[in-house]
């Protein structure tokens, strides 16, 4: 069974920057893609980038802005996210998420395609 574990979460002043890192584990990992989600306090979960595995086509939410960069090391199973320019209101649990390698890596906005979930890593920017 595959597990995921974020970290590299932490307090950040508005402007500041934080890399975010997970790791897959648990036997022969292999997977369509994998990406970065948040829930802020209040609102639904919702989808911040994503990256194909082995192949490193990336895509981003639209409130990135090019601030936000979605990298990965497949041969360590880890999947990173450096954030620069943070906002207060992107206060949030960020979650990493991998596909099944069988899922076709498309719709990696939507949260069922993905098939394994990270336990979260809190993200706190001050103002």
């Known amino acids: 069974q595959v597990q995921l574990a974020e970290s590299g979460g932490g307090l950040v002043q508005a402007g500041g920057s934080l890399r975010l890192s997970c790791v897959a584990s648990g036997g022969t990992f292999s997977t369509a893609g994998m990406a970065w989600f948040r829930r802020a306090p209040g609102k639904e979960r919702e989808f911040v980038a994503f990256i194909r595995w082995n192949v490193d086509s990336t895509a981003y939410a639209d409130f990135v802005k090019g601030r936000f960069t979605i990298s990965s090391d497949n041969a360590k199973n880890m999947v990173f996210l450096q954030m620069d320019s943070l906002e207060p209101e992107e206060t949030a649990v960020y979650y990493c998420?991998?596909?099944?390698?069988?899922?076709?890596?498309?719709?990696?906005?939507?949260?069922?395609?993905?098939?394994?979930w990270g336990q979260g890593t809190q993200v706190t920017v001050s103002s």
């Open positions: 998420a991998a596909k099944d390698p069988r899922r076709y890596w498309r719709n990696y906005v939507s949260q069922p395609e993905y098939n394994y």
